[in-house]
C-alpha cells in the first residue's frame, strides 16, 4: 500500500473516513481540509456531501479566499446545490488555478447565485478560460447574474478572451464592471468587446489596460464611447495607441 500511487492512497483514505461514525468523521475533516486537501476533495465525491454540517461547513469556506478553491472541488465532486438563494462572492484572487479548478468554477456559476467573480491574477490561460464555459449551457444562462467580473492577468490571448466574452454575454442584463487588463488581447478582441456593447446600458466600468491595444484597438473604443451611455469609467493605461488613439477616444466623449 505504501508504493501505491498517492492519489489511490488518498481514495482509500477517504472511504476509510466515510466508514467511520458521524462525529469521528467531522474531527478527521476538520483536521483535514487543510492539511489533506485531497482526500477531503475525494470523501465530497464519495459521500455526496450527505452529513448536513459537512454541508454547511463547506459552503462557509467559500468565503475565504484560503479555502475557496479546496471548497469548489468539494462543491464539485459532490454534485452540491444552494443551501439559500443568497448571492455569493467568489473571490479566488492570486490563486493560480488549473483547468480543473476552472471547471470546478464552471459548476459552480451555473448552479449557485453569483454576483461578483474576481479571479484577477490567477494565471488560467486560454485552456481555464474554455473550462468556465463546460457547464454553462443554454438551460442556465438564463440564471447567471454577474455584476462584476475581474480577470486581470490570467494571461489570456484573443482565442480565451472568447470564452469570457460568452460568459460576459449571459450577464449583459446584469454586468455593470468588467476588467480584462493585463491580458494580450490585442485590438481584434476588444472591437468584439465593445461592438457587444454597443447597445449595453448596464456596464459602468471597463478596464482593458496593458491588453495590447493599438491606434485600431482606441478608435473602437472611441467608437463605443459616441453611443454607450452608460459607460462612466474607461481604464486603458500602458497600451501603444499614440497621440492619434487618444484622439480617437477623445473624439468619442
Known sequence: FSFAHLTIQEFLASVYICL????????????YFKAYPNVFTFLCGVTGLRHVEMYESIHLKL??????VV?????FEAKCKPLSA??????MSHKTVLAYDCLCVSYFLSCYPVSQLKMWSCHMGDKGAEMLLKH???EVTSSLLLELVNLSGNDLTAVGMEHVMKIVRTSSATLREL?????EIGDGMVSVITEHLQHNNVLTKLNVGYCGLSVRGASCLGELLKVNNSLKELEMSDNQIG???????CEGL
Open 86 to 91: 443568497a448571492f455569493f462572492t467568489l473571490d
Open 71 to 75: 471548497a469548489l472541488k468539494c462543491i
Open 20 to 31: 467511520l461514525p458521524q462525529q469521528e468523521q467531522q474531527r478527521l475533516l476538520n483536521e
Open 243 to 249: 497621440d492619434e488613439g487618444v484622439l480617437s477616444v
Open 136 to 138: 454553462i449551457s443554454n
Open 63 to 68: 468565503t475565504s479566499r484560503d479555502d475557496v
Open 179 to 183: 476588467d480584462v487588463s493585463y491580458n
